[in-house]
């Protein structure tokens, strides 16, 4: 190898593979991170949907909407027929509803931009919490009072660990609250 090659491998290749590798690891975690451990973290939605009006005011039940909460590990958003059951008959004029309409009748998802997210290598099941009778105001704030829903605390390890260690701090609401599982392979799978 000549030594041309080698002082411009040093010189130039060497430093911008770095500053390429150090820039991709930066732009990752703090994107990342604001979705996940963003608190206030608030996304522009396609349609704007309030939580308060339908949550709070009409006491619409979050099951009602983020279905499978109950039975699986996922609490799903949800899709244009859910919002159809009753807007086929109800508030039919207003903008927004003829955006969720276009939606419905063209079979298109929403593309609803995810508000709460745990990172991919962590591992968390909405229907052991939600049976063991933990509200969702716990982990998500009271989204019954959000015009337009923000990230309200951390996603963090931390956060709920706190909550597996000392869970009558944030679940007095439980009566005989027990203490969740600590070993990594809860979460960590």
């Not at 060497?14 to 996304?43: K, N």
């Not at 799903?76 to 039919?92: D, G, R, W």
């Not at 955006?99 to 298109?108: A, M, N």
């Not at 049976?131 to 963090?156: F, L, P, R, Y």
């Amino acid at each position: 190898m000549s030594k041309s090659f080698l002082d411009y491998a040093l010189k130039v290749r060497v430093p911008l593979t770095l500053f390429v590798i150090a820039l991709s690891y930066i732009i990752t975690f703090y994107v990342s991170r604001a979705e996940r451990d963003g608190i206030g973290y608030e996304p522009t939605q396609p349609i704007a949907y309030s939580h308060k009006l339908h949550a709070g005011e009409m006491k619409i039940d979050c099951e009602y909407c983020h279905t499978g909460v109950t039975k699986g590990r996922h609490a799903l958003v949800p899709s244009a027929n859910i919002c159809m059951n009753c807007h086929t008959v109800a508030v039919k004029d207003q903008p927004e509803i003829i955006k969720l309409k276009k939606y419905y009748d063209e079979k298109e998802p929403i593309p609803w931009k995810r508000i709460h997210k745990l990172p991919e290598y962590a591992y968390f099941n909405h229907s052991v919490h939600v049976n063991k009778g933990i509200e969702c105001e716990t982990c998500h704030g009271n989204i019954a009072d959000m015009e337009v829903v923000s990230q309200m605390k951390g996603w963090t390890m931390t956060a709920c660990l706190d909550c597996h260690r000392e869970p009558e701090k944030q679940l007095s609401y439980i009566k005989d609250v027990q203490k969740g599982p600590e070993n990594c392979s809860t979460c960590h799978r």
